[in-house]
């Protein structure tokens, strides 16, 4: 197997993590001394706080899908097929991306239980999930 990292890289980039994690327990305990017993029901706090407001973040913004077209940037990204949640095609320049995932439009403009039950039908019935529309390569 190949190491994805260069070879100057690897010599010496191993001795770096036993000194960051001696380095965090020392961190660590230099911030106790300083702010006392205290410490680790703040950071409780801190990170209790942080799931929290994340939360409420999420629910007062949900995600919405993305329409713009990575080839144009218009806001013109439709759904290639209405019965998956794969796929896009931009209705400005034409642009046809069947890989990519149609999720967050299909949950805006329908409900996703009727393509997630179609879906698992086809593949208990054994035949291919993905319907070739054209030979056309995917640019
Ligand atoms: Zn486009």
Redo the contacts with the bound molecule.
Sequence with gaps: MQSKTPSHIDRWVWWLFPLLVFGAVAFTFGLMSYIGPSLPFILLGVVLALGFVWILASSISPAKADRT??????E??ERLDPDTTRGVI??????IDREVSAWYLAEEETTLEKIVLSERAQKKEGRPQERPLDNTPNT
């Design positions: 077209c990575p080839e144009c940037d218009e013109a990204l931009c209705s400005s320049c034409g642009h």
